[in-house]
């Protein structure tokens, strides 16, 4: 016991032992000085809140002694809080309205951009799923104007010329781009916006748009976990396949021009939805909002 209390006396600094984190000091006799606002020989009656809740205001403000917090009538109680603060208590809300999102969704051919879009469609309000304009034919399945706008090569040129795109591109042969219209009115009324592209389509976003959208990057969770999931969507020719699988390589290294990171695996595509609406909703939660603009 004895070496215990040598080893506990040298081993901590003299120093430490007398800080006030580290030591619980007697209460000395001598009398403390107090926090009251008021000092005890005023005439004042005693205060009963703690006084670290009171502003400026409140302690020049004449007010009746608070009732007892776990007897008094709650009413009663927050009406005494409120005067003895000096003002009414305001049920506007304290968190801003958060700014309309654009939220940018890309990554490789086959990866699963729309499976995903297509269950965040599902599961969340609030979003408007911009419908892109594209040259390329009809899958089946695909509905004209909700899957996409299926236009000719000569109408897509024309809304070129019209300024009517926010983005647009030639990919693998077939022309696709952002109707900016349709973006400006759902933004008007509220609604969070995702826009859907390729890697092109992104770099070509991120340039015009900057940090005020946010930009997701969607992966399998392997090269060779794509390649398959392409071959199985029987939508490609094999030399199709090919220019998507080569394409895919590269495109994973523009990784770093995107805010998040999103591995859509095999099978676990409702996994890879919940992040995307955590991202959503983090973004939401954001102190210094991101402010877009078309
Ligand atoms: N998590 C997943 N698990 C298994 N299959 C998936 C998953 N996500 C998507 N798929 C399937 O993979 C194929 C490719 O998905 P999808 O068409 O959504 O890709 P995409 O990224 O939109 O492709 P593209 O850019 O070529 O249009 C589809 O057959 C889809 O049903």
């Known amino acids: 016991m004895l070496l215990l209390r040598r080893l506990f006396a040298t081993s901590i600094p003299r120093s430490q032992l007398h800080h006030p984190l580290l030591t619980r000091s007697p209460i000395p006799s001598v009398a403390l000085p107090t926090r009251t606002p008021f000092p005890r020989e005023s005439s004042a009656p005693p205060l009963m809140a703690s006084d670290a809740a009171r502003t400026e205001d409140a302690r020049r ?11 008094a009538d709650k ?7 409120e005067s003895a603060l000096g003002s009414n208590f305001s049920s506007e809300p304290i968190s801003p309205t958060p700014h309309p999102l654009i939220i940018v969704i890309s990554g490789p051919s086959g990866v699963g951009k729309d499976a995903v879009i297509k269950r965040l469609r599902e599961v969340r ?5 911009v419908v892109t304009a594209t040259s390329r034919a009809q899958r089946p399945g695909e509905v004209d104007g909700k899957d996409y706008y299926f236009v000719t090569k000569e109408e897509f040129l024309s809304m070129i010329q019209r300024n009517e795109l926010l983005e647009y591109a030639l990919v693998y042969g077939e022309y696709k781009g952002i109707p900016k219209q349709q973006i ?14 390729d890697i092109q389509g992104a770099a070509t976003l991120r340039s015009i748009l ?12 392997s090269e ?8 199985g969507r029987k939508t490609e020719t094999s030399d199709m396949l090919l220019v998507r699988i080569a394409t895919a390589r590269e495109e994973v290294k523009h ?15 409702e996994s890879a939805v919940k992040l995307v609406e955590s991202i959503i909703d983090a973004e939401k939660a954001k102190i210094r909002q991101r402010n877009a603009q078309i």
């Open 61 to 71: 403000a004449p007010f009746a002694p608070l009732p007892n917090s776990t007897t």
């Open 224 to 231: 060779a976990a794509l390649v398959k999931r392409l071959i």
């Open 75 to 81: 009413v009663e109680l927050y009406r005494s809080l």
């Open 184 to 197: 400006r009115d759902y933004m008007a009324k509220g609604f969070d916006i995702v826009l859907r592209v």
């Open 255 to 269: 990784l770093g021009n995107f805010d998040y990171i999103v591995v859509n695996a095999e099978g676990k595509l």
């Open 125 to 129: 309000e609030g979003i408007h799923f």
């Open 210 to 221: 900057g940090d005020s959208a946010v930009f997701i990057f969607l992966v399998a969770e």
